[in-house]
């Protein structure tokens, strides 16, 4: 079969996936899956253009995709002026402190380059005093605004701008993080920025679940603003309500699914966007370059190619695009909950829509994306109709029945780990695998 029919194929198959369960479950059931595949797939194709075009392992996803969400309460979310009375001028002077303690340090380390051994020492002194001094003016500004109204507020709020603005600043945000963690750790061997990036993204949710004054920590950021209407609003529209009068739906269910459609055209739309232009960009004499440094380091950089370099582009690229999907997300759930951000859902399951769909191929990438997330939020029902299935002929009361029964749930994991097996089985090279040309 023609590889295109083929792929085409597979995409035909996953939509009418979707689809049974629109048809068996609701559509707002089905509709919600759809907008978390799509979300899944742009974030897997960041991962794709990290390991895929220039085998970057990038074992923090989950710390990108927090930064993402952090940028949509910055932007969306109104300021909240009693706490910036309270103590929003000691925290910025802190903030600055901290930046400018930074830059100095930079700074002294590159003009004390003659001073050998000393430098340490200065940069050193520079970094403790900086320190120290940001903390003394930022520590009782932090305790005046966390103390605002905490079950409420309890933080500085943002800046009150539409709330797609943050998908732009969140890529922003990973992009620069990345650059840091790429600067660092890039020029040594691979393993290295694995662990650095493991490290930076756990040291990322520390920050987030800690610092209540910029993200209420735990106790979370509810009621973000929408990109798209309320289902309150939908409801008392006359349009709607002849609609549904003449169709017999229910007015709850069809308000619903006309905002996750809705969503689902913006997703969409980034979805496509990114995916032009990471083909544009693989095809291009760039994208041949990365392709041939991931093949041979060794070879490129005798012709020439500078590797570290070519490798934080690429980094900082993957890193922006895995923001922005953080960012999409917490738009769609309209909260922002730090506890949320798990390895297994926003590191391993990535990787396995990357492999499961095709490494080094976009529209595998986004394949692998809709794939895992579909079973990992099926496996649940299907492993518990399963059960009942297989328990059907036992008693009622049977303790094995009720067991089984009870830990259905835990059919996810076999199915994840099923799914990747049968995959590095019968298509190790992904269900639509990287075009070598």
């Known amino acids: ?18 689809a049974v369960v629109g048809i068996s ?36 996803v989950m710390g990108f995709a927090a930064l993402g969400g952090l940028a949509a309460v910055l932007i969306s979310m109104p300021p909240v002026p009693a706490a ?30 003659h001073l050998g051994g ?7 002194l520079i970094a403790v005093a900086g320190y120290t001094l940001m903390r003394w003016v930022i520590d009782p500004a932090i305790v005046a605004v966390e103390a605002v109204e905490p079950a409420k ?17 969140g890529g922003a945000f990973a992009a620069g993080v990345a650059w840091l963690v ?24 520390y920050f987030l679940k800690n610092e209540d004054w910029l993200t209420r920590g735990v106790k979370n950021v509810n009621g973000l603003p929408r990109p798209v209407p309320y289902e309150i ?3 008392h529209t006359a349009w709607l309500q002849n609609w549904v009068e003449t169709y017999g739906i229910s007015l709850i269910d069809a308000s619903s699914i006309i905002v996750k459609l809705c969503y689902a055209g913006l997703f969409v739309a980034v979805l496509v966007v990114i995916l032009w232009l990471s083909e544009t960009a693989l095809k291009s004499p760039w994208g041949r370059m990365m392709r041939a440094i991931r093949d041979n380091e060794t070879a490129a950089s005798a012709m020439g190619k500078n590797v570290t370099w070519r490798h934080l582009q690429v980094f900082v690229l993957g890193s922006a695009v895995v923001g922005m999907a953080g960012a999409m997300l917490t738009t769609l759930d309209g909260q922002f909950t730090p506890t949320a951000y798990q390895p297994l859902r926003f590191t391993f399951l ?29 496996a649940e029902p299907i492993g518990l109709a399963l059960m009942e299935l297989i328990t059907s002929g036992m008693a009622q009361d049977s303790p094995l029945r009720h067991h089984l029964l009870d830990n259905a749930a835990h059919m996810r994991l076999m199915t994840m780990g099923l799914v990747l097996l049968l995959v590095l089985r019968f298509a190790p090279r992904g269900l639509i695998p990287e075009v070598k040309r």
Do not use: H
Request: hydrophobic residues 55%.
């Open 1 to 18: 079969m023609n590889n295109l029919y083929r792929n085409l194929l597979l995409f035909a198959v996953m939509l009418a996936l979707v």
């Open 233 to 235: 609003d939908l409801q």
């Open 84 to 113: 910036w009375q309270a103590g929003g001028n000691g925290v910025v002077t802190g903030l600055a402190f901290g930046i400018g303690t930074v830059l100095a340090g930079i700074i002294s380390w590159r003009k004390t380059a």
């Open 182 to 205: 790429g600067k660092v750790s890039l020029g040594l061997r691979s393993d290295y920025l694995a662990i650095a990036t493991l490290g930076i993204s756990e040291i990322i949710i």
């Open 25 to 60: 479950q609701s559509w707002n059931v089905a509709l919600a899956i759809l907008n978390l595949c799509l979300i899944s797939a742009i974030m897997t194709l960041g991962v794709n253009i990290q390991w895929g075009y220039a085998g970057l392992f990038n074992a923090g």
């Open 153 to 169: 507020t309890g933080f500085l709020g943002g800046f009150g701008l539409p709330i797609m603005l943050s998908w732009l600043v």
């Open 350 to 378: 990535i990787w396995v829509m990357v492999i499961v769909g095709g490494s080094g191929n976009n529209f595998g990438s986004v394949l692998g994306g809709f794939v895992i997330w579909f079973f990992w939020i099926e």
């Open 118 to 124: 000393k430098r340490y020492w200065l940069t050193a």
